[in-house]
């Protein structure tokens, strides 16, 4: 995600149960899709599946082999879309969860096949009822910080960009890692007047560790 609102990810997961005991089959949203660009409209991107709290626009729809894959923007002129906008760089919520209108459906054992239908919304949401439905792809100022300072020369200390690969996922042990021994060994480089200012030397310093 970035300082702009943008961000992606997963507004259903094809082929597996969710909470309700439902499953998403692939091929349930294309008819919907299609007729939305169609029309020339979109669903909505609401806050909790409230229609009177829409937060921003979905810019790009499409099923992929995973399931629903969206590519969002808030209105971070609207207060409640910068409020979540927040709330996900901070990580404090990430799910994705759908509103729709049920148009084909069938029974599996006690699991209700969802063959298709017709998408309205898709909301952010705290609790979602498929809980591989998220907001996958988080892009927070401090890596935006660390390039910039990267390009000026200015490389951030070695705890912190530690800090920004625990924060992208990687494990601790690894970030401890890469970061005390080929980062520090690049800082270190570049402070003793090598070429490792450059971007593309001290990257190169980075991963030789």
Do not use: C
């Amino acid at each position: 995600m970035t300082d702009e609102g943008t961000f992606t990810g997963y507004g259903s997961i094809f082929g597996n149960v969710d909470s309700y005991g439902e499953k998403v089959a692939a091929g349930a949203f294309a008819e919907s899709l299609a007729r939305h660009r169609q029309e020339e409209t979109k669903p909505l991107m609401l806050w909790q599946h409230n229609p009177n709290e829409p937060i921003g626009v979905w810019e790009d729809l499409a099923e992929d082999g995973k399931g629903l894959k969206g590519t969002g923007r808030f209105v971070m002129e609207a207060s409640r879309g910068r409020e979540v906008h927040a709330l996900l760089k901070a990580g404090a919520i990430r799910g994705l969860s759908i509103g729709y209108r049920e148009l084909d459906t069938d029974q599996e054992g006690n699991v209700r096949i969802l063959k298709k239908l017709d998408l309205m919304e898709i909301s952010v949401v705290s609790f979602p009822a498929n809980r591989r439905a998220r907001v996958e792809s988080v892009k927070a100022e401090r890596m935006e910080e660390f390039a910039r300072r990267l390009r000026d020369g200015d490389p951030l200390p070695v705890k912190e960009f530690e800090d920004i690969l625990r924060e992208a996922g990687v494990p601790k042990a690894m970030a401890v890692q890469i970061a005390s021994v080929g980062y520090a060994k690049a800082i270190r480089s570049e402070s003793e007047g090598s070429k490792a200012n450059e971007p593309a030397a001290f990257l190169e310093a980075l991963l030789r560790g």
